[in-house]
């Protein structure tokens, strides 16, 4: 297995793709990042003035408002770990050089196994890069202002990686299902820049009784993971430094946290712990199909 993890690494740098995704990503990233936290002080002064923010006592400066727009980049970002993954055995499929793969393998399923495990240690490559460039981009577009505290950037980079390895595995296995470059490339943009967060709004603005019907799909989901994560960071942060914090009901709380959700793009999304646990499920579906797929399927 070491072996043919190594051949896949060999494999994904003798080609262009990798970094010329990956440059991408880390200037959507960064752009997003900057453009987000330079209207900061506008969407600031909205949320100091909630009533949440009020009845706490709290002022500006001590909540980390900016990891909305970290989350929210990165959010933005992870299309990119989505097609690098995609067209991981649909581009071999296209060239046909997964038959020389397939034969100098001892069995398919190992193979299968390395390229899953070389793509996931790639969609956390993918996802450190992101928060990376995300993050430079709010210390720009903020001047070194309202930055998030050390552990708040740590929970949600770790769910930023989290997102990105999933993302990868979900888009692998489409691209096993389709076995076509140019039409793995074209759902994955479809659904990631049309379907998913057309779905997202559709659903959580017309699901009568259940707004929570978006956060049950794999991009409110995946939106939810590190949603739920600035949400819950803010909350956690009011409820430590609130003056008046016997005065903030739960409810109010639990609004402000859907309202983070919101602005982190995690529209209708549930709370931390359910959004990655939908988002792992509807991943591994995916790239077990895909898989299963390319295990029958006829090579020549």
Not at 11 to 31: H, M
Not at 77 to 87: C, D
Not at 134 to 152: E, K, P, Q
């Amino acid at each position: 297995m070491g072996k043919l993890i190594k051949a896949e690494f060999r494999k994904i740098l003798s080609t262009k793709l990798w970094w010329g995704l990956l440059i991408i990503a880390l200037l959507v990233a960064g752009a997003w990042a900057g453009m987000l936290s330079s209207v900061f002080d506008g969407l600031a002064e909205e949320l100091s003035r909630s009533e949440v923010m009020r009845l706490a006592g709290l002022q500006l400066d001590e909540i980390s408002f900016s990891v909305v727009f970290l989350t929210r980049a990165i959010n933005i970002a992870t299309i990119f770990p989505m097609l690098f993954g995609g067209l991981a055995i649909a581009s071999e499929l296209g060239r046909k050089t997964i038959t020389t793969s397939f034969l100098t393998a001892p069995n398919r399923s190992m193979l299968l196994g390395a390229k899953g495990i070389t793509y996931a240690i790639w969609g956390a490559i993918y996802g450190i890069a992101i928060i990376c460039a995300a993050t430079l981009g709010i210390v720009i577009g903020t001047g070194g202002d309202h930055l998030v505290s050390f552990t708040t950037w740590l929970s949600t980079a770790a769910a930023g990686v989290l997102s990105c390895v999933l993302w990868t595995l979900l888009g692998l296995g489409v691209g096993a299902l389709i076995g076509s470059p140019v039409g793995t490339v074209i759902v994955l943009l479809v659904y990631g820049l049309a379907i998913g967060p057309i779905s997202d709004l559709v659903f959580t603005g017309f699901a009568e009784g259940d707004a929570n019907v978006a956060g049950a799909l794999p991009n409110g989901a995946a939106n939810g993971l590190t949603g739920s994560t600035a949400a819950d960071t803010l909350a956690d942060e009011i409820q430590a430094n609130a003056t008046g914090v016997s005065s903030v009901s739960s409810d109010l709380l639990e609004g402000f946290q859907d309202t983070a959700r919101l602005a982190a793009g995690g529209l209708g999304s549930f709370g931390l712990l359910a959004s990655a646990a939908i988002f792992f499920a509807w991943a591994m579906l995916f790239f077990a199909l895909g898989l299963w797929r390319t295990q029958s399927r006829d090579i020549t």
